[in-house]
Nanobody, 119 residues
Framework: QVQLVESGGGLVQPGGSLRLSCAAS????????MGWYRQAPGKQRELVAVITSGRMTNYEDSVKGRFTISRDNAENTVYLQMNSLKPEETDVYYC?????????????WGQGTQVTVSS
């Protein structure tokens, strides 16, 4: 069984910063790509950033220059540093990982962490 657990969300003022973490645990052989997605009520879930096992990265256009994704392969953990946050980025943020475990290849989602940007 593989689990992803997010942390680091909360309330922040416009222009502020947050750092999200996601730790994978369980029967894991290896992890390929890991990513962060966000979703508001009634809206589609969208990719924010993704990072491969070789640390190649890709970002949604609106967050380039403000957000940074990174990972610690030894700890199976991915991070998202978010700077200069905007009110319209108030969403639930989800961690995703492409995992090879005891039963083979599996795409996994975390439970999500709430990010609220408001004065």
């Amino acid at each position: 069984q593989v689990q992803l657990v997010e942390s680091g969300g909360g309330l922040v003022q416009p222009g502020g910063s947050l750092r999200l973490s996601c730790a994978a645990s369980g029967s894991i052989f290896s992890i390929n790509a890991m990513g962060w997605y966000r979703q508001a009520p009634g809206k589609q879930r969208e990719l924010v950033a993704v990072i491969t096992s070789g640390r190649m990265t890709n970002y949604e256009d609106s967050v380039k220059g403000r957000f940074t994704i990174s990972r610690d392969n030894a700890e199976n953990t991915v991070y998202l540093q978010m700077n200069s946050l905007k009110p319209e980025e108030t969403d639930v943020y989800y961690c995703n990982a492409d995992v090879y475990g005891a039963i083979g290849r599996l795409n996994c989602w975390g439970q999500g962490t709430q990010v609220t940007v408001s004065s």
